[in-house]
Nanobody, 122 residues
Framework: QVQLVESGGGLVQAGGSLRLSCVASGRSILGITESEWYRQPPGKQRELIASISRGGTTNYDDSVKGRSTISIDNAKNTVYLQIANLKPDDSADYSC???????????????WGQGTQVTVSS
């Protein structure tokens, strides 16, 4: 079985930056091929903010575009989301999903992490 675990959240002052991590662990993992980061602010719906595709194409929601970077490090089985110039509106529970290759025949696993809380103080 594969698990995804997010980390890197916490309390940050406005203007600061964070790097969130989403680590895949478990049975033999050959690589993370695709991933998305979502966030859910208090009292609001979950929203997609960043994605990275199999070919490395990245997309960002307008709310984070220009100050965020999503990347995959398959040497560490980790997806990163870096956000700079944080604003109080960035406060939310951040969670990732990933498509993980777990066998040389191309078998994949898809799942979600449990989330990590980010609070940005003004």
């Amino acid at each position: 079985q594969v698990q995804l675990v997010e980390s890197g959240g916490g309390l940050v002052q406005a203007g600061g930056s964070l790097r969130l991590s989403c680590v895949a662990s478990g049975r033999s993992i050959l690589g993370i091929t695709e991933s998305e980061w979502y966030r859910q602010p208090p009292g609001k719906q979950r929203e997609l903010i960043a994605s990275i595709s199999r070919g490395g194409t990245t997309n960002y929601d307008d709310s984070v575009k220009g100050r965020s970077t999503i990347s995959i490090d398959n040497a560490k089985n980790t997806v990163y989301l870096q956000i700079a110039n944080l604003k109080p509106d960035d406060s939310a529970d951040y969670s990732c999903n990933a498509l993980v290759t777990i066998d040389s025949d191309g078998t994949t696993w898809y799942g979600w992490g449990q989330g990590t809380q980010v609070t940005v103080s003004s």
